[in-house]
Nanobody, 128 residues
């Protein structure tokens, strides 16, 4: 079982920036495909961004393209989500997700059901 520990949430004004980090443990980091999801009250959990095990295949939800950047550091065994130009509608609990990916699969995963390990969530609040 993969354990995920998230950090970096908080309160920020609109237009500001936050950086989320996720540190998996319990398996070899290089075999994991990773994703960030978010959920706000009354809404379903939605994909924010995902990254393949190689780091070469990256996906962003349309709502965050050009503002958010997902990256992975295979030396520090972390995956990060840099969030710039934050908007009040970005307010949500953000979750890190992970799954083992086959070595011959080069893509990332976009759906929550495709992931089997989840972090505890970190609150991001953007004030107007």
């Amino acid at each position: 079982q993969v354990q995920l520990v998230e950090s970096g949430g908080g309160l920020v004004q609109a237009g500001g920036s936050l950086r989320l980090s996720c540190a998996p443990s319990g398996t070899t980091f290089e075999i994991l495909a990773m994703g960030w999801f978010r959920q706000s009250p009354g809404k379903e959990r939605e994909i924010v961004a995902s990254i393949s095990r190689s780091g070469f295949n990256i996906y962003y939800a349309d709502s965050v393209k050009g503002r958010f950047t997902i990256s992975r550091d295979n030396h520090k065994n972390t995956v990060n989500l840099q969030m710039n130009s934050l908007k009040p509608e970005d307010t949500a609990v953000y979750y890190c997700a992970a799954r083992r990916a086959p070595s011959d699969y080069t893509g990332s995963y976009h759906y929550s059901l495709e992931y089997d390990s989840w972090g505890q969530g970190t609150q991001v609040t953007v004030s107007s």
